[in-house]
């Protein structure tokens, strides 16, 4: 706007600024709102020298634009004291300053915007509540998995008995989670976790965890053992219906317990190691419960955008209760089930007289080159007998992903495993947008039979076509054969082994 001066010169409008200790009172660090110019960052030694400085730049730039609202956002590093004008870790929020205007040439407290009211939003993660200084904070998330399964070739009866064993075929709300995650004084977050997948109530991670430092972690509570690359990625971001053979030796042994977790990690690496109980609730039948340990350690020496090498190693130790079984209530035994609504299960040892402890060494690796990636294991569990020999199975898995829309998976160095896909461009008609498209192959064997237990063994091919809308939804086509299986629990009708079982599986995904 231009001013009429007359005859004289126009003198540069002046901003008076607020006295320094006003801007640093300790009662102004709360939520603000982005300037819609933001200036590039910087920081002085002297936070009050940056704040005047800024505030001053500020204002003369207003100055010239009376009818622009600039704000400026201001932060504060906790240990340091330096002033920033942009968010980072350990900032604490000054305050929202807006500089002189046409009918205001002077920046008092009436200028200095202060909210101590929560934020409350909808996230990529559900529901999410932060206090004004970020200090504590509420999500609300969860996720859905609604399958469909077909089974061919599965009319087979039972070695043992010739009863019909044919497999389930149908839909199942596999799981319907109801998450509850935040963080409070800072340093500590929580994580409490129920699934309602088919019908029934189960507690899944129940935990509260100590960031003591940026790569130390404590955590305690019911949680994942630390072991298998495959077992410690979520369900939401594997890309197949159902996980590996190689779960036959992890499951139910190195699922989910309680017990005390400690992760040291860094961009590249992670290390973490825990002791471990059994299940939520005890035995109820008087025994004392079982427990053990386990260490997993990865290491990626290649980590960039679209480039990845990955090794990874583990180790874990489960004893049974005193009554040699499981006090979670399952059989002490492995097994491996087509899917998990078809009460088919083509190797199974059955219930092992005599279990003591079992021990798991696993080793892993991976790789990724844009689009391309590869990832594979290798497991082997080492079962004590009460009265009988050692017994010794193997299992194994290599699957290879193709992005055909180009995008790269996500990998976490810290802690060493893959992240669900994220699409480039989210499903949109009107933009002519169709997400992302995985296609994904899985070759995996498991051998069941060792000494006086023959659970048979089987090899399986898997082939999936995955479809990302978006950050949050997913559907899944998957196909599955398994072939080669020998002294399997159950057989042909006509008395042949039970080879080439295909299945037909169907899942729509929505993870908060």
């Known amino acids: 706007m231009s001013q009429n001066c007359g005859n004289n010169k126009c003198a540069p409008r002046r901003t008076k600024l607020l006295p320094p200790q006003t801007l640093l009172n300790e009662d102004a660090m709360t939520t603000l709102t982005p ?5 590039p960052p910087r920081t002085l030694k002297r936070p009050l020298a940056t704040v005047i400085v800024t505030l001053g730049l500020l204002s003369a730039g ?26 980072g870790p350990n900032r604490i929020k000054l305050g929202t300053f807006e500089p002189a205007s046409e009918n205001n040439s002077s920046l008092n407290e009436d200028k200095l915007k202060v909210s101590t009211a929560p934020k409350i939003g909808m996230e990529k993660k559900g529901l999410v509540v932060t206090s004004a200084n970020n200090d504590f904070s509420m999500n609300i998330g969860g996720r859905i998995h609604a399958d469909s399964t077909t089974h061919l070739n599965d009319d087979l009866q039972k070695r043992s008995s010739g009863d019909p064993a044919e497999a389930v075929s149908g839909t199942e709300l596999r799981r319907a989670r109801l998450a509850l995650r935040g963080s409070f004084n800072r340093d500590f977050s929580y994580n409490i976790e129920a699934d309602w997948g088919g019908n029934s109530v189960s507690l899944k991670d129940v935990l509260v965890t100590y960031q003591a430092s940026p790569q130390l972690e404590i955590t305690v509570g019911n949680q994942k053992h630390s072991v298998s690359m495959e077992v410690e990625e979520s369900s939401n971001d594997i890309m197949f219906n159902e996980r590996s053979l190689l779960s036959a030796l992890t499951l139910p042994h190195f699922d989910r317990a309680m017990g005390l977790n400690i992760k040291t990690m860094g961009d590249n690496w992670s290390l973490k190691g825990g002791i471990y109980g059994d299940a939520v609730s005890s035995s109820g039948d008087g025994a004392d419960e079982g427990g053990g340990f ?4 990865s290491f990626a020496p290649i980590n960039e ?43 199974d040892t059955g219930s092992i007289a005599g279990f003591e402890e079992i021990q798991l060494t696993g080793l892993e690796f991976a790789a990724m080159r844009g689009r391309f990636s590869a990832q594979a294991e290798l497991g082997q569990a080492s079962i004590k007998r009460d ?12 699957q290879l992903g193709w992005t055909l829309t180009g995008e790269a998976r996500n990998y976490r160095g810290s802690d060493g495993e893959f992240k669900m896909l994220k699409p480039r461009n989210d499903f949109d008609l009107a933009q002519n947008h169709w997400g992302a498209w995985e296609l994904a192959l899985r070759l995996d064997e498991l051998d069941l039979h060792d000494g006086d237990i023959d659970g048979g063994s089987q ?16 559907i899944l086509f998957g196909y599955s054969r398994a072939y080669d299986v020998e002294s399997g629990p159950v057989i042909q009708q006509g008395g042949g082994e039970a080879d080439n079982v295909d299945i037909f599986s169907l899942r729509t995904q929505l993870a908060l």
């Open 387 to 398: 009265g009988g020999s050692d017994l010794s199975f193997n299992a194994h898995y290599l």
């Open 459 to 474: 090899q399986r091919f898997s082939l999936n076509l995955n479809w990302y809308l978006n950050a949050n939804l997913r």
């Open 305 to 347: 955008s679209g480039k990845l090498i990955h090794l990874g190693a583990s180790y874990g130790l489960r004893k049974a209760n005193d009554n040699n079984s499981l006090s979670n209530g399952k059989t002490p035994r492995l097994r491996y089930e087509t899917t998990n609504m078809s009460d088919l299960y083509l190797s």
């Open 294 to 297: 386990g260490v997993r350690g």
């Open 35 to 39: 300037p819609p110019h933001p200036i």
């Open 62 to 87: 207003a100055t010239a634009n009376a009818a622009d609202q600039v704000q400026l956002e201001l932060y504060v590093d906790r240990e340091t004291k330096q002033v920033f004008t942009e968010p």
